[in-house]
């Protein structure tokens, strides 16, 4: 194992921070320390935010870092930029990339300067105007991951209590819900892994179908969708994640239409890695287990 602790060095494994997905990221953080623990590999656990980090990440003298700081923290670039000043290879997407993927408004546009198919939607402020698009809505802030914030409106009746809800979290935007079955394409080193069909049984797959057992979301890897219709998943996560400027590892949220579209959503550029989370159960059906991906995911910062 010693090779592997010469080729690495020294690793920081961000973690945890302040952002609402908190929670989550000490659960993915603790995962991949544990992972890397086992691959022999010198792992140093960071969990901080703002100049307690930059302090942290400084004294602890790394050769890389593997990034698992979800939502703001992690994935809107600044982590990034900051190790890229301070000279530390690092696992993911660069600044330009989380920052772009972060911003669900910008993704979708230039998915649309791709000709890349993405559900209409629109930025809204307290006027609540959203015309041009046709109910059900999907409500939610445009730089939130996590499903935090994210409301199902019908009517406009229930509009305003869900802008309230989402505006806390920053700028809001309204997109046409599409109806049909919400799937999700993990890419690790330019691989796009098989695709899982994320079957909620609450209404849709919010923040607590994600996160508690109570919800109990069923993930069906393989997805069940046709082989065309896998080939076609694959390749458009593949331009979808490239053409926002991402690399590294990540994951490109679909919906696939009744009449058989397939609507991108978003990406995330630091997807979770618990044992209930997605990547990890694509890359076993891919034929990786859990160190394996981990270690996968840290190449990418070579």
């Known amino acids: 194992m010693s090779h592997l602790k010469h080729t690495f060095g020294k690793v920081g494994v961000l973690y945890g921070g302040s952002s609402a997905e908190r929670e989550v990221s000490l659960r993915s953080g603790a995962a991949v320390i544990a992972a890397l623990k086992t691959l022999g590999i010198d792992v140093v656990a960071i969990d901080a935010s703002g100049k307690e980090l930059v302090h942290q990440i400084v ?5 890389r870092c593997l990034i698992m700081l ?7 670039g600044h982590v990034q930029a900051l190790l890229h000043q301070l000279e530390i290879p690092y696992t993911g997407s660069d600044t330009l990339g989380c920052a772009l993927a972060m911003d669900k408004m910008r993704t979708k546009k230039l998915w649309q300067a791709e000709g890349l198919l993405t559900p209409k939607s629109k930025i809204i402020n307290a006027s609540l105007n959203v015309s041009g698009l046709r109910f059900p809505l999907a409500v939610k802030p445009t730089t939130q991951g996590s499903s935090v914030g994210i409301h199902k409106v019908l009517s406009i009746d229930a509009l305003a209590k869900a802008y309230e809800d989402a505006s806390q979290y920053g700028e809001v935007m309204a997109e046409e819900w599409i109806e049909g079955k919400e799937l999700t394409v993990s890419i690790v080193d330019q691989t796009a892994l098989p695709s899982i069909w994320i079957e909620p049984k609450l209404e849709f797959y919010t923040y607590e179908a994600k996160y508690t057992k109570e919800a109990a979301t069923s993930y069906h890897c393989p997805s069940g969708v ?5 080939q076609s998943l694959k ?3 593949l331009q979808a994640f490239s053409s926002v400027g991402c690399s590294g590892w990540g994951r490109v949220d679909f919906m696939l239409s009744k009449d058989n579209k397939l609507y991108l959503i978003e990406v995330n550029t630091v997807p979770g890695m618990t044992n209930l989370s997605l990547v990890p159960q694509a890359a076993k059906a891919h034929g990786w287990d859990f160190e394996s991906l981990v270690l996968k995911i840290l190449e990418s910062s070579l």
Do not use: F, K, R, V
């Open 226 to 230: 046709t082989l065309d219709m896998e």
């Open 70 to 76: 979800h939502g703001g923290d992690g994935e809107d």
């Open 235 to 237: 390749s458009i996560a």
């Open 59 to 63: 004294n602890a003298s790394l050769d």
